[in-house]
């Protein structure tokens, strides 16, 4: 059974960094595009970052502040380097795995075939 399992998540202060982990077993997704989604309280879940076939992608929220990376050795791992944090990034973060691995599919929320149970981002001001 695939699953993907998050982690680094933390509480930080504004200004700060912290470097998610999405680790994933039970399949392959090497031709998957993988991503990261938040959530905050109250909201929908919405795009941060993507690394698809045609390269990375970023909301313009977090552009240049925040890196995304995989590892397709053995089992897929995805990365994401947060820094300069700010309150506006606390969220629930999710990690994602889209058969669809080019175009613009990876904005599609609803392609996405797996999901991450997430994990918990808070900056303090």
């Known amino acids: 059974q695939a699953q993907l399992a998050e982690s680094g998540g933390g509480l930080v202060q504004a200004g700060g960094s912290l470097r998610l982990s999405c680790i994933t077993s039970?399949?392959?997704?090497?031709?998957?595009?993988m991503a990261w989604w938040r959530q905050a309280p109250g909201k929908e879940r919405t795009f941060v970052a993507a690394?698809?076939?045609?390269?990375?992608?970023y909301s313009n929220s977090v552009k240049g502040r925040f890196t995304i990376s995989r590892d397709n050795n053995q089992n897929t791992a995805l990365y994401l380097q947060m820094d300069r944090l700010g309150p506006e990034d606390t969220a629930v973060y999710f990690c994602?795995?889209?058969?669809?691995?080019?175009?613009?599919?990876?904005?599609?929320?609803?392609?996405?075939?797996?999901w991450g149970q997430g994990t918990q981002v808070t900056v303090s001001s």
């Open positions: 994602g795995a889209n058969p669809y691995y080019g175009g613009n599919y990876y904005l599609d929320k609803e392609k996405y075939q797996y």
């Open positions: 039970g399949r392959a997704f090497g031709p998957y595009a």
């Open positions: 690394i698809n076939r045609d390269g990375k992608k």
